[in-house]
Structure formats: structure tokens, C-alpha cells
T-cell receptor, first 114, second 118 residues
Framework: GAGVSQTPSNKVTEKGKYVELRCDPI?????LYWYRQSLGQGPEFLIY????????DSGLPNDRFFAVRPEGSVSTLKIQRTERGDSAVYLCASSPLRGSPEQYFGPGTRLTVT | AQSVTQPDIHITVSEGASLELRCNYSYGATPYLFWYVQSPGQGLQLLLK??????LVQGIKGFEAEFKRSQSSFNLRKPSVHWSDAAEYFC????????????????FGQGTTLQVKP
């Protein structure tokens, strides 16, 4: 079956611009996670959705970052006033179980802020 | 604080040689344990996981890992490495329990890059 998909695969933007990154989880998966992977590092947790609500957003670095999941399926990560330090690979993962660490990852979106 | 340490940033082995990648964790209780592999430009693929039971777990692609509670370790091994195993490997931990406070978020190590010499 189809896995987690993320679009775009690559995004180049200028400093100060707004970007949206999309995640399509595996069908029927109620839990959705966003992680950020900086160069040479492991992924770091950003936010967790259970259904439509953000159950844990403790990993969002500041208020420029925001994510939504309005219908409990597709999620969008939004970054305002991008900074060069936001350059990273943004990974999305989904799980069929509430609060389960067993997650299925998408291929990621590589964001480059120039 | 919860953390995962992968002491080896980069490892080079010859094709056919054995491999061991180290992982140590710091956690309040025994967490769920995972190893993922990431090839260039690809997402994370789950190699194996430990939840409970036998402390030696088998995964895909001929990998295995052993959980050692006394050492807070979960080292990954493979008896004979293939050139296609060259990739980055991540150890990760996740909280146990199904309570409402458990979000399932994973904590990752910084990764070990494996290079395979022909």
C-alpha cells in the first residue's frame, strides 16, 4: 500500500519568505508526527497530532513554526519569516496507534533557505 | 534528561566483514528501542525494534540487535556487511505506556555513517 508522502521533495526559498510543507500520512493512521533533521544530526521531534488536534507541540522551536491537520489526515507545516537556520530536512511520520513510537516515515522535504 | 548516544560518527568496514554499531541511551525506564537506516535522499526505514521479551532481536536485511539493560545499550550487528549496507544508521528510543501523557515521540541519536570498502 501507499506509504507516507511529502511534498515538495525539495524547496528553496529566500530568507524572510513563508513556506508550507505537506504531509500525506498512511490512510487510516490517526497519529502524525513532524521531525526536523539538520545536517549531520538525527531527527528532532517537532509536533504530534492525534486526529485533528496537536497533542504535543513542545518541539516547535519558536512561534514562526505552526502546523495544522484540519481533517485529521493531511498535515501542513508552516514556517513564517524563514531564516537560514531553518534549512533542514523535514520528516513526517504516521502511526495507526495513539501515542505509539512505532512510526512510518516519509521521504522528507529538504528545505533550503538562501 | 532523555538522550541517545551513538559514539561512532563514522565507521568504515570491508565488504564481508562483521559490523557492530553502538547505541547507549539515558532514560527514566526501559524505553522502546529502534534502529533505522537512511540512505542518501531517502526517508527512514525501520530495521528492527525491541519492545519486550527476548533481548536479541532480528530485523530486516540480516541485522540484529541486543538489548542490555545493565549497560543501557542496544547495539546493532551484522555478521557480513554488503556494499549496499552503506548508509546512515540511527538508534532511537520511545516512551512506554499508553497513557494520555505519552505522545510516542522518538528521541534519536545523531547517527553513524557506515562506509563499506570493496
Amino acid at each position: 500500500g501507499a506509504g507516507v508522502s511529502q511534498t515538495p521533495s525539495n524547496k528553496v526559498t529566500e530568507k524572510g519568505k513563508y513556506v508550507e510543507l505537506r504531509c500525506d500520512p498512511i490512510s487510516g493512521h490517526t497519529a502524525l508526527y513532524w521531525y526536523r533533521q539538520s545536517l549531520g544530526q538525527g531527527p528532532e521531534f517537532l509536533i504530534y497530532f492525534q486526529g485533528t488536534g496537536a497533542a504535543d507541540d513542545s518541539g516547535l522551536p519558536n512561534d514562526r513554526f505552526f502546523a495544522v491537520r484540519p481533517e485529521g489526515s493531511v498535515s501542513t507545516l508552516k514556517i513564517q519569516r524563514t531564516e537560514r537556520g531553518d534549512s533542514a530536512v523535514y520528516l513526517c511520520a504516521s502511526s495507526p496507534l495513539r501515542g505509539s513510537p512505532e512510526q512510518y516515515f516519509g521521504p522528507g522535504t529538504r528545505l533550503t533557505v538562501t | 534528561a532523555q538522550s541517545v548516544t551513538q559514539p561512532d560518527i563514522h565507521i568504515t568496514v570491508s565488504e564481508g566483514a562483521s559490523l557492530e554499531l553502538r547505541c547507549n541511551y539515558s532514560y527514566g525506564a526501559t524505553p522502546y528501542l529502534f534502529w533505522y537506516v537512511q540512505s542518501p535522499g531517502q526517508g527512514l526505514q525501520l530495521l528492527l525494534k525491541y519492545f519486550s521479551g527476548d533481548t536479541l532481536v532480528q530485523g530486516i536485511k540480516g541485522f540484529e540487535a541486543e538489548f542490555k539493560r545493565s549497560q543501557s545499550s542496544f547495539n546493532l550487528r551484522k555478521p557480513s556487511v554488503h556494499w549496499s549496507d552503506a548508509a546512515e544508521y540511527f538508534c532511537a528510543v520511545g516512551a512506554r505506556g499508553a497513557g494520555s501523557s505519552n505522545t510516542g515521540k522518538l528521541i534519536f541519536g545523531q547517527g553513524t555513517t557506515l562506509q563499506v570498502k570493496p
